[in-house]
């Protein structure tokens, strides 16, 4: 017999299961289809962020940065450390146990919200029937009154670079590497190139990390991708522009990489490469033919701004949708897609989407750019604030970057925020916060921060905007 349900989620994660838990909450019936696999081979919960992206790589920048502050810089603070010493497995075993203590949450949120999780491969027949197949390989198709497409992304491949086991490694497998590598290579100096990049380079990696492109960082505002490669760069990750990998090959344990750059053809030998090129979306065999669910040229699905497929009835979110492969952007598009199937209205904000990089300093940004504003013809204020003029920043011996905000000149409203310094991962959500909610400079500038606190570089920022910051001279700001 066919099982009926109101909602069929494909895919658990961020997107697929926030959706199927906000779905039950609403008082819907819900299963939920995936066919992730943990290291255990046993099904688990959560996609790609839980298991092998967001979670992980957080756990393992948090425990490498221990060990780097520990190692140079808690002098400073007049503690000091001898005989500290690295453990790369039980490093290993923290992660992977912040990871299954939170996969496993996840299947608890399940059971107590009435989801039921069906482990195995989901594909989108026709009239939203979807076919399940276990791990058993036993198949059995599900009627459902909606469905909502959430099956994510996959690591993009590199035909010059093609994965060897442990050599020549994905992001997943880079989160596993057993043992520091003397040398490590890194293709893609992107948000996840850079985090990964910083682990190893912080437990003692030497790491060349190669980008095709001329410019760093190009999503972020330039003064920001600047001060970056300054403090990376003087972190001793070398970072090389306008590099291409042409070939890169796997022999008696090491690997040689063969690149171009405006001087030429360059090879290095490397112990371990990363190949950290972009992600593609998972959406190969997602839908049988005959269900005529419409996929642009990357592969996306295709959908409207409240994430409709061309097929009645049928939803689509995060990765495998257009917007940034971001795991809070398909959780909001998640939520949305619930409470529109519940009959409720619900729309995501895309231009409060905020991003950060977790490497040392973090770099956190919400809105538009400098260049952006300057590309629109926008006219508008520019105020910044940096943290080498912040009390807290510098009790915490780490007063390096700035927050920047920048406002429209003719309503004065926050349009972009700019962060790169300590912990401003978390700093940013306060600017999208003033966003979303429509706030100008003068209404940050009006709104009292406690002292001492990183916050008040948000604040300083804020006055900045109108030449009116108190604790550094604005003549240093150039304003
Ligand atoms: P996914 O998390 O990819 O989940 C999709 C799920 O669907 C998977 O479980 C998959 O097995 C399943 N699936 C696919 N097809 C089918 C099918 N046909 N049937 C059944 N199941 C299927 N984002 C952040 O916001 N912050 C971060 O700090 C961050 N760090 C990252 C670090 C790394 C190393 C990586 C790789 C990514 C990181 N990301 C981060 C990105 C984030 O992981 C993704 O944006 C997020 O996971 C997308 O969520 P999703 O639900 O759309 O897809
Ligand atoms: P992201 O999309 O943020 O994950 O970043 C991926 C990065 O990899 C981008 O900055 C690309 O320019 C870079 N990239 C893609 N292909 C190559 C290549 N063959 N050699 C070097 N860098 C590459």
Known sequence: MTERFDVVVIGAGPAGYVAAIRAAQLGLKVACVDQWLDIKNEPALGGTCLNVGCIPSKALLESSELYAHLRDRIAIHGVR??????????????????????????????????????????????????????????????????????????????????????????????????????????????????????????????????????????????????????????????????????????????????????????????????????????????????????????????????????????????????????????????????ELIAGGTAHVNYETVPAVIYTLPEIAWAGKTEQDLRRAGTPYRAGVFPFAASGRARALGDASGFVKLLADTATDRIVGAHLIGPRVSELIAQAVLAMEFGASAEDIALTMFPHPTLSEALHEAALAVHGRAIHVAQRKLGV
């Open 81 to 338: 450390v001898e005989g500290a010493r690295l453990d790369v497995p039980a490093m290993m075993v923290h992660k992977d146990q912040v990871v299954r203590e939170l996969t496993r949450g996840i299947a608890a949120l399940f059971k107590a919200n009435g989801v039921t999780w069906m482990p195995g491969r989901g594909k989108l027949l026709r009239e939203r029937s979807v076919e399940v197949t276990g791990h058993d390989g036993k198949t059995e198709v599900l009627q459902a009154g909606h469905v909502i497409l959430a099956s994510g992304s996959t690591p993009v491949e590199l035909k010059a670079a093609p994965l060897t086991a442990g050599l020549i490694v994905d992001s997943a497998g880079a989160l596993a590497f057993d043992e520091v590598p003397k040398r490590l290579g890194v293709i893609g100096a992107g948000v996840i190139g850079l985090e990964l990049g910083s682990v190893w380079r912080r437990l003692g990696a030497e790491v060349i990390l190669l980008e095709a492109q001329e410019q760093f960082l190009t999503m972020a505002d330039e003064q920001v991708a600047k001060e970056a490669l300054r403090q990376f760069s003087a972190q001793g990750l070398d970072i090389r522009l306008g590099a291409r990998v042409l070939a890169a090959e796997a022999r008696d344990g090491s690997v040689r990489v063969r690149y171009q750059d405006g001087n030429g053809e360059h090879t290095e030998q490397v112990d371990r490469l990363i190949v950290a090129v972009g992600r593609r979306p998972n959406t190969q065999g997602l839908a049988a033919e005959e269900a005529g669910l419409l996929l642009d040229e990357w592969g996306f699905i295709h959908v409207d701004e409240q994430c409709r497929t061309n097929l009645p009835g049928v939803y689509a979110v995060g990765d495998a949708v257009r917007g940034p492969m971001l795991a809070h952007k398909g959780m909001e598009e998640g939520v949305m897609a619930a």
